[in-house]
């Protein structure tokens, strides 16, 4: 692949880390002219292009070097880290900065009328989720014997329908539990954005030293949130 020399940055397309991202890089002085239908944006006033894709791609394009830098939720990160893991791929990344939202808790929930004593309680069940890498290694250090049933979507139905027992996924605020009549159990994994840099090594003198510029702005942007 080419290497234009510009710093390659993966944002959300559009979601819930999308706007938060965006403002960020404007906060701390990037110009960026964003068309919505378009993958990439340039930066008017730096050496930056925006590339905008799915949340899920953001991982693996970091890991592939394929990026410079991403912003990512750390459950999407390190599921796709142990699925690439798995699968034998590259799985190296730093994290360089924890951000201040897009915090949620991957907690597991039960129909309310399940009678639940513990995890040891889904002994043999099947649990609905979009993290099964995340959900299974949980599984394994509670030495619980279950089953993630991986859906894509709609998994807060899945009890409901009868496909699994429990389910796992997001929560924020508890209202999309409540309103399919779960409730929230354990939570096994807490989550907040997260901007990520690629390990390979070979990032040039010029991308590091914008890097380097770009962080400590970061860290004056949060700080002056708090
Ligand atoms: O299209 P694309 O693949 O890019 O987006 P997506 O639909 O996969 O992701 P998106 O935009 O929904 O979420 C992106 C990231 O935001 C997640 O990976 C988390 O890191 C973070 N985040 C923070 C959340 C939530 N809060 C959240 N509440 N992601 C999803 N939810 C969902 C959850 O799945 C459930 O359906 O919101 C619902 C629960 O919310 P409450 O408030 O009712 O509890
Ligand atoms: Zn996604």
């Given at each position: 692949?080419?290497?234009?020399?510009?710093?390659?940055?993966?944002?959300?397309?559009?979601?819930?880390?999308?706007?938060?991202?965006?403002?960020?890089?404007?906060?701390?002085?990037?110009?960026?002219?964003?068309?919505?239908?378009?993958?990439?944006?340039?930066?008017?006033?730096?050496?930056?292009?925006?590339?905008?894709?799915?949340?899920?791609?953001?991982?693996?394009?970091?890991?592939?070097?394929?990026?410079?830098?991403?912003?990512?939720?750390?459950?999407?990160?390190?599921?796709?880290?142990?699925?690439?893991?798995?699968?034998?791929?590259?799985?190296?990344?730093?994290?360089?900065?924890?951000?201040?939202?897009?915090?949620?808790?991957?907690?597991?929930?039960?129909?309310?009328?399940?009678?639940y004593n513990g995890i040891g309680s889904l002994e043999k069940k099947r649990v609905a989720t979009t993290y099964p890498y995340l959900l299974e290694r949980y599984f394994a250090e509670q030495k619980v014997n279950a089953k993630a049933v991986m859906?894509?979507?709609?998994?807060?139905?899945?009890?409901?329908?009868?496909?699994?027992?429990?389910?796992?996924?997001?929560?924020?605020?508890?209202?999309?539990?409540?309103?399919?009549?779960?409730?929230?159990?354990?939570?096994?994994?807490?989550?907040?954005?997260?901007?990520?840099?690629?390990?390979?090594?070979?990032?040039?003198?010029?991308?590091?030293?914008?890097?380097?510029?770009?962080?400590?702005?970061?860290?004056?942007?949060?700080?002056?949130?708090?």
């Amino acid at each position: 692949m080419s290497e234009s020399g510009r710093l390659r940055i993966a944002v959300q397309k559009s979601g819930r880390l999308s706007d938060d991202s965006i403002a960020l890089l404007k906060a701390i002085g990037i110009k960026l002219n964003i068309r919505d239908r378009l993958l990439i944006a340039h930066s008017t006033n730096q050496p930056i292009d925006l590339l905008r894709v799915r949340d899920d791609d953001i991982p693996g394009l970091v890991m592939d070097g394929v990026v410079d830098l991403g912003f990512i939720g750390e459950n999407e990160l390190e599921e796709k880290m142990l699925e690439r893991k798995a699968a034998g791929k590259a799985s190296e990344f730093e994290v360089l900065r924890r951000l201040d939202y897009g915090g949620c808790r991957l907690s597991i929930a039960v129909p309310k009328e399940a009678s639940y004593n513990g995890i040891g309680s889904l002994e043999k069940k099947r649990v609905a989720t979009t993290y099964p890498y995340l959900l299974e290694r949980y599984f394994a250090e509670q030495k619980v014997n279950a089953k993630a049933v991986m859906l894509t979507g709609s998994v807060e139905v899945a009890p409901r329908a009868g496909v699994a027992d429990a389910i796992c996924d997001l929560v924020s605020t508890g209202a999309t539990l409540e309103a399919n009549g779960l409730v929230e159990k354990d939570v096994i994994f807490r989550s907040k954005a997260v901007l990520i840099q690629r390990a390979d090594g070979d990032l040039s003198d010029e991308k590091l030293a914008l890097i380097n510029r770009l962080i400590p702005r970061i860290d004056g942007v949060m700080q002056a949130k708090e």
